[in-house]
């Protein structure tokens, strides 16, 4: 009998979701997404998020991630560090949450702190250009690195974050026939979903054949208020999108089902550059076919050629490239962090309790359940050999949550027909704490 009336004091039904007991943290299960499902497996011991973005992934707030090549590559300092600084700005205008995303002394971090920008700027192309293929030997090595396209969507997708805003997209290169040069953000868009706002893919690449690959990986390619694709610098590529959108909240009202369809790979939102600067198109042009040239004749290839002919443009152009290529990145960030706030607007809509398939039962049938008990993180080690005792063995670690009260709360709101599933629970102000409250 006593057992009986302990459990029933634990699982509680009671008529508001806005519990809070003292220091004791109050979760709630009945709004559980895929921000979960994808922040809630983030290892301590590889990401470090800084708390303006572990806040808004706790609160379900719109966040925007931002690349950190256009910082460390894209630009010499200290434009290059003003401009990160900028777009931050830009975002926070919004209400919306930055991102800037690099690997810094091999931690994943999801957020950066104005000295870490001016670090990432002053080392320039010292910190090493990571790709996804590189992001577990920087890490292994302890070393620092900017992310790509392709890294940055791939982190961004693991945290949860639906719109990611860039500079422009890599792509096929001229003369692929031969090199068989394909940027690895195409492929990276082709399986993860994730939204890049871009100025379209740069011109110095085979722009027909980029389009062509995306079609193939399944990207959907949307051009924003126009009909032709940019071509970064040029608002026009000559090719057509397969898409034309006029807002912002449409281009929202595309993500969110492709999201939850779980297609599985990305969309791609071409933004024209500002039609002040698509003046100077003719010069800029001219500049990048002799780049081009140069890059050939001097046999740079690979992850070195679209940093040495931005730069080179720049200085053909006697800066005019420079100030377009931050005007268009900042132009981005007002699309992207709106596309993001219009998200974010539309979820909060569809996820009300009047949209709810609640609402076909009556309140009275609908109690919102309090659960009080242990929420954990269990660590778990195993021997990826046989292991030997009394000395080190090479194994793995394992993060996975755990706690009685944290299983029930799961297992109540999985069987659904309730309202709110709140777990009321001691949590550590520490690492495995942080990452226990984005997931909730």
Not at 86 to 113: C, F, N, Q, W
Not at 322 to 337: D, E, F, Q, R, Y
């Amino acid at each position: 009998m006593l057992r009986a009336l302990l459990a029933l004091a634990l699982v509680v039904a009671c008529l508001s979701s806005d519990v809070h007991f003292g220091e004791i943290d109050v979760y709630n299960f009945g709004v559980l997404s895929t921000t979960r499902a994808q922040s809630g497996n983030l290892d301590p011991e590889l990401y470090v998020l800084s708390p303006e973005v572990l806040n808004a992934l706790k609160q379900g707030l719109p966040i925007v991630a931002l690349e950190s090549t256009v910082i460390s590559h894209g630009m010499e300092y200290p434009h290059n560090v003003q401009t990160g600084k900028d777009l931050e700005h830009i975002i926070r205008s919004y209400g919306v949450t930055p991102a800037t995303i690099a690997i810094l002394d091999g931690k994943i971090h999801i957020g950066l702190t104005e000295s870490q920008l001016d670090l990432l700027g002053q080392l320039g192309h010292s910190a090493i250009k990571t790709s996804r293929r590189d992001i577990a030997a920087l890490i292994a090595m302890g070393a620092t690195g900017a992310t790509t396209v392709a890294a940055t969507s791939w982190i961004a997708h693991q945290a949860g974050i639906k719109v990611f805003v860039t500079g422009g997209l890599g792509g096929v290169h001229r003369g692929y026939e031969q090199t068989m040069d394909v940027s690895a953000d195409l492929r990276e868009l082709g399986r993860t979903p994730i939204a890049v706002v871009c100025a379209g893919v740069k011109s110095i690449l085979d722009i027909g054949r980029t389009l062509e690959y995306m079609e193939t990986e399944g990207v959907t390619v949307v051009a924003f208020n126009t009909t032709d694709f940019p071509a970064f610098f040029t608002p026009s590529s000559g090719f057509s999108a397969s898409m034309r959108l006029n807002t912002t909240e449409q281009c929202a009202n595309l993500i969110a089902p492709n999201g939850a369809l779980n297609v599985g790979s990305g969309i791609v939102i071409g933004v024209p550059i500002p039609s002040e600067y698509a003046a100077e198109t003719e010069t800029i042009e001219a500049a990048i076919q002799q780049a081009i040239e140069e890059s050939i004749s001097q046999h740079i290839s690979g992850r070195d050629v679209t940093p040495f002919i931005l730069k080179r443009v720049s200085e053909l152009t006697q800066g005019k490239s420079l100030a377009a290529n931050i005007a268009l990145i900042k132009h981005n960030a007002h699309i992207g962090a709106q596309i993001a706030r219009d998200l974010h607007n539309l979820k909060s809509q569809k996820t009300s309790p009047k949209d709810s398939p609640s609402k076909y039962l009556d309140a009275a049938e609908k109690p919102n359940v309090v659960i009080i008990g242990g929420a954990t993180v269990d660590i778990t080690g195993q021997s990826t050999s046989k292991a030997i005792p009394y000395t080190s063995n090479p194994g793995k670690v394992s993060h996975r949550f755990g706690g009685v009260g944290r299983n029930i709360a799961e297992a109540v709101h999985r069987l659904g027909g309730q309202g709110s599933v709140n777990l009321v629970s001691l949590v550590g102000n520490d690492a495995n704490g942080g990452i226990f409250e984005i997931a909730y």
